[in-house]
């Protein structure tokens, strides 16, 4: 049986991570908590809105209700990356080649490692972003639709129109595919290989609630999602991707939402976390399900394996953390 390490912090938490093997806990007050030897506590921001791993250099990148991008690396070193006083930032993406997207309203800055700064205007106001896995491209999630970006080119942007509200987005680990979710409870998607415009659209639809949460497996097989009873887990490995294919439903709940889904770095396992606290690891080749923790005070917020998957750390809303020891 998986042993947790509780670790109670106060208020609401928004990301769990691993930063090398050091697990890391970022609270909606604009706190960093790295369990290095110990609880070492970083003050970050007035307010923090959104905080990414990046994966690269194993460090977190963060944005605020101070105007602040910052980077925080697992010694709690910090580097401040932008600064615009007065705005919020609510949308920052980690990309290759030390490159760093946020937006801004209808704006996205790419801050590239050498300091430079690219700028890109959207005509609707940017929700989501995300970077290719290779090249410097960024997704921008906007009203009707996703703006695909190249930054080191002058070349055109390409639109990918769905009426709508796409509030995230997310590139597959091949690059073929991209995923947003969306205001109204469903996901839609886009082959980027397409020749034929009207073959490239993905609808996948049909959740009770907004999709809130998502994760591809290791090789891209598959991509998880939150918003039902269960983690909805589309496939992804044939040549058009979940068109015509019914998703899987693993870890089902008679009416406890999942709030949270991480697959593991190597295995086809899913971490599933619930609005009651609760933690399920489900295998995809036979459902099997192991309970990694009994429900807690708060919804799931944050799930994150660390690189070896015999870690996982998760966060809550109520702020009842934790580490799971998976190889106890």
Sequence with gaps: MPTVAPLDLEGHVLTASFLGDIPVFATSAGTIHRMDGGEKVTELHQGLLTCVKDTANQTLLTGGEDGKVQR??????????????????????SGPQGAVAY???????????????????????VEGLDFAPKGLRVAAARYNGVTLHWVGTSGAPVDLEWKGAHTGVTFSPDGRFVVTTMQENALHGWKLDSKAADSRHMRMTGYPAKVKSL???????????????????WPFSGKDGPM????????????????????????????????????????IADGKEALLRRPGKG????????????????ASEAGDCGIVDIAA
């Design 244 to 283: 015509g294919k019914t998703p899987l439903e693993l870890g089902t709940r008679a009416n406890i939402m999942v709030s949270q889904v991480a697959f593991h770095p190597v295995e086809e396992v899913l971490a599933i976390g619930f609005i009651d606290g609760m933690i399920l690891a489900v295998r």
């Design 215 to 233: 994760s591809w497996s290791v090789k891209g097989k598959w991509l998880a999602s939150s918003g039902a009873p269960a983690a909805i887990v």
């Design 103 to 125: 937006a801004i309203g209808k704006t996205i800055f790419v801050r590239l490692s050498d300091g430079t700064v690219k700028q890109f205007t959207e005509e609707r106001t």
């Design 72 to 93: 925080i690396a697992h010694d709690g070193t910090v580097s401040e990356l932008a600064h615009v006083p007065r705005k919020w930032i609510s949308v920052v993406a």
């Design 299 to 314: 919804a799931i917020t944050s799930l994150a394996w660390s690189a070896t998957g015999k870690l996982m750390a998760f």
